[in-house]
């Protein structure tokens, strides 16, 4: 069963406040398995016209997203930054809805690496997978 | 103001994908690509750097800098095959470097550094048009003759 549930206060300020959140359409569900991540499908998403497959940036970004969610939900005060994002693009994509699950495979006092899925008809079946490097901390914005 | 370099054989190959990218393409159009130069093996597009792409900082989100490199990378490819065929990201890597503002306007070039077989790999980087500071840079991987099945590219 599938289900909209109330988002932790930290991911929906990050949602929020991050216009590229409302380019993605992003969203955060929740089903037996955990949490996972929502790409609205938007026309501006396509890669291929002719085929209408999505942009392979697209994908990664929402990859990306979904993994920034996930590191800020568990470090809410903390300011993070992308250090690199590594996608392999695994199928062929279509143009709708496309869902992501995030896992952090390790969090230290500076650095977060992040393990993201993403799928569209089937998560057995993902799409794209991505490995997300983040530095954490105080220091970690470069405003 | 300088004419872009674009050779001309491989600008005629490449007219249709260019004018989905800048007429017919809503993510494209939103960035307002111009070309400087396009060469075989070789593209370098100026662009902006929309305020919809924004992160939680109010600086450019990680996710546009993969957008137009993956875009680059793609049309980098098309330079180099003799007829337009479909072509599909196998992988991408992305560092990033600097942080932009929105509203700046950048420059994305990208090379081909090797081809085997129906395998091509491109690198590139992207730059602030401004003061030359580093944003990113990315390598990719990418399937030439995919027949269609293309995943997520601009082919």
């Known amino acids: ?143 | 103001m300088t004419e872009p370099a674009i050779d001309p054989d491989v600008g005629a190959r490449l007219a249709k994908a260019r004018a989905w990218l800048s007429h017919e393409h809503s993510l494209f159009r939103s960035l307002n690509l111009k070309p400087i130069t396009i060469k075989k093996g070789k593209a370098v597009f100026s662009m902006d750097l929309p305020d919809t792409f924004a992160d939680a900082h109010g600086g450019v989100h990680g996710g546009l800098k993969t957008i137009i490199l993956d875009s680059i990378f793609g049309l980098t490819v098309f330079t180099t095959l003799s007829e337009l065929a479909p072509i599909a990201t196998i992988n991408l890597h992305t560092d990033y470097l600097n942080k932009a503002k929105p509203g700046m306007r950048a420059i994305c070039a990208a090379e081909c550094t090797a081809q085997r077989d129906d395998v091509t790999y491109v690198s590139g980087d992207l730059k602030l048009e401004e003061t030359g500071a580093l944003l990113a840079t990315g390598a990719g991987v990418f399937m030439v003759g995919t027949h269609g099945l293309a995943n997520g590219s601009v082919s």
């Open chain 1, 1 to 143: 069963m599938t289900m909209e549930v109330r988002t932790p206060d930290a991911i929906n300020a990050f949602i929020d406040v991050s216009p590229i959140a409302d380019w993605l359409g992003a969203s955060v569900h929740e089903d037996d398995e955990g949490r996972y991540y929502r790409l609205k499908f938007d026309d501006a998403h396509i890669g291929n016209p002719l085929i209408r497959a999505l942009h392979g940036g697209a994908i990664a970004a929402f990859l990306e997203f979904a993994g920034q969610c996930e590191v800020i939900d568990a470090v809410p005060d903390a300011r993070i930054r992308t250090i690199n994002i590594d996608v392999d693009y695994l199928r062929s994509s279509h143009a709708a809805d496309m869902m992501a699950r995030a896992a952090i495979k390790r969090r230290g006092r500076r650095l977060a690496i992040v393990e993201i899925m993403g799928w569209q008809k089937d998560e057995n079946q993902p799409i794209a997978h991505a490995i997300l490097r983040l530095r954490i901390g105080e220091n970690s914005s470069d405003d």
